[in-house]
């Protein structure tokens, strides 16, 4: 039980989402930043993370001062809920100006714009207290292939970090990869293309990954190897656990409701990589569905959560010597039913 403990938890005021989708309105109203702090209070979470608007609702129109005051307020407020702040995200693809992309638009007035917001987004980490940029890098792709070169996106893409490691420097940035939506195809869609755009940057050691699961499915991946692959180089940061049944929209269903063994899988993965005991936090980037009534507003947090906590357990109670024996004798039937019965319990 003690050893449960040493898991953060963590999710952001977007997570508590009110059922806006491409076809209809909102199901829930909207709610103050307030109230979702006091939720996630309420709920026993550690953390929260934050795009910079988030931090400073309409950025775009406000002076660095102004930025720096309204950040250190958030500071005092989160200081005295005990919360930490994770980290800080640049909300790229909203704005006018990223409607081609933003580290890699076509247009150098909108490339500008971008990498200026993205070293204010800095400036908000410092601020609460965190050394952590994550990047999700929306609408860096195309629709189309011939509207932009691909080898020049890379340089792009590249730049835009060396600015960013160069503006601070002790800041580590998180890339986020995820394969398509908004975009058809995305420049950096997996792990391993994240790590490898570390390399061409001026400071590799300082450029790392963040690992959704929903992302990984969604470029037909187990979750649970990028989280493996990823650990090998020790660079994964964060993490957003959720859940997607095969390939369709990003779906951020609660941890493991779509497949319980996946899940499993990527909590083995966490638990034998140790990923927790730098302070990293267990993020769950999940969404209410639709349906969700006000007062069931916080289940998807809350069931994530238990889900974690079960498989932790799963994990920790897997008989590992059986299954050694099973894999030296090959006999993968036997540990294929070993598995499933494990996760069924008696
Ligand atoms: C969308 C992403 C998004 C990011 C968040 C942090 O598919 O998962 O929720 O995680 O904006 O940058
Ligand atoms: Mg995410």
Same mark, same amino acid.
């Given at each position: 039980m003690a050893k449960q403990l040493q898991y953060k938890f963590c999710f952001g005021p977007w997570n508590l989402s009110e059922g806006q989708d491409p076809y209809g309105p909102t199901t829930r109203p909207a709610q103050s930043f307030d109230w979702k702090l006091e939720q996630l209070k309420k709920l026993g979470f550690d953390a929260m993370m934050f795009h910079d608007d988030d931090a400073v609702p309409d950025i775009d129109g406000k002076s660095d001062a102004q930025i720096r005051k309204e950040t250190k307020e958030l500071k005092r407020k989160l200081d005295d809920a005990? %919360? *930490?702040?994770? $980290?800080a995200a640049p909300r790229l693809w909203f704005s006018p100006m990223t409607i081609d992309?933003?580290? /890699?638009?076509?247009?150098p007035k909108c490339r500008r714009y971008a990498i200026e917001r993205s070293l204010r987004s800095i400036d908000i980490a410092h601020y609460l207290g965190s050394d952590l940029l994550v990047l999700w890098l929306a609408r860096e792709g195309t629709y189309l292939r011939e509207s932009k070169n691909g080898r020049r996106s890379v340089e792009l893409l590249v730049e835009a970090l060396d600015k960013m490691l160069a503006h601070s420097k /002790? *800041?580590?940035?998180? *890339?986020?990869? @995820? !394969?398509?939506?908004? $975009?058809?195809?995305?420049? %950096? !869609? +997996? %792990?391993? #293309?994240? =790590?490898? %755009?570390a390399q061409l +940057?001026?400071? !590799? @050691?300082?450029?790392?990954? =963040? *690992?959704?699961?929903? #992302?990984a499915i969604l470029a037909g991946l187990d979750p649970a190897d990028e989280i493996d692959f990823a650990m090998a180089f020790g660079k994964l940061w964060s993490l957003h656990l959720n859940d997607q049944n095969g390939l369709k929209f990003d779906q951020d269903k609660p941890f493991g409701s779509s497949n319980l063994r996946v899940a499993f899988n990527q909590v083995r993965a966490l638990e034998r990589n140790g990923y927790g005991r730098k302070g990293e936090c267990v993020c769950f980037d999940v969404h209410p569905f639709r349906t969700t009534k006000v007062e069931h507003w916080l289940a998807h947090l809350d069931n994530s959560r238990r889900t974690f906590l079960r498989l932790v357990e799963k994990s920790r109670t897997w008989n590992e010597s059986r299954a050694q024996e099973l894999i030296v004798d090959r006999n993968y039937a036997a540990l294929d039913q070993m598995a499933l019965e494990h996760l069924m319990g008696k």
């Open positions: 005990g %919360i *930490i702040a994770e $980290m992309g933003a580290y /890699t638009s076509n247009d /002790t *800041i580590r940035l998180a *890339i986020e990869p @995820k !394969p398509n939506e908004p $975009m058809d195809q995305a420049y %950096i !869609p +997996t %792990i391993g #293309h994240a =790590l490898a %755009i +940057t001026r400071d !590799p @050691k300082r450029v790392g990954c =963040l *690992i959704e699961s929903a #992302h």
